[in-house]
């Protein structure tokens, strides 16, 4: 089975920047396209960023300029760095990847991390 272990995240000031990692861990797998999506309160889960594994990015307008993604191969760890961060990108934090492993291709999810912007 695989896993996605999910760190970084926290209280930081407007402006402010974080790091987001996310770590796939098991055995005979390989990993397609990673993202990032968060949630905030009263909304619905949204794709914030992805990354296939060739390094093709793909971002949602809001935080073009501001975030980050990448990638570690071999590491197989995502990254997402969040720079001049806004109260509005205040949010749960989720990783997901798509991976193959024997022959089949399932939708893995990391646990959540809380990002809060505030002063």
């Known amino acids: 089975q695989v896993q996605l272990v999910v760190s970084g995240g926290g209280l930081v000031q407007p402006g402010g920047s974080l790091r987001l990692s996310c770590a796939a861990s098991g055995t005979g797998f390989s990993i397609d396209t990673m993202g990032w999506y968060r949630q905030a309160p009263g909304k619905e889960r949204e794709l914030v960023a992805s990354?296939?594994?060739?390094?093709?990015?793909n971002y949602i307008d809001s935080v073009k300029g501001r975030f980050t993604i990448s990638r570690d191969n071999a590491k197989n760890t995502v990254y997402l760095q969040m720079n001049s961060l806004k109260p509005e990108d205040t949010a749960v934090y989720y990783c997901n990847a798509v991976i193959k492993r024997y022959g089949y291709q399932s939708n893995v999810w990391g646990q959540g991390t809380l990002v809060t912007v505030s002063s």
């Open positions: 990354i296939t594994n060739g390094g093709t990015t």
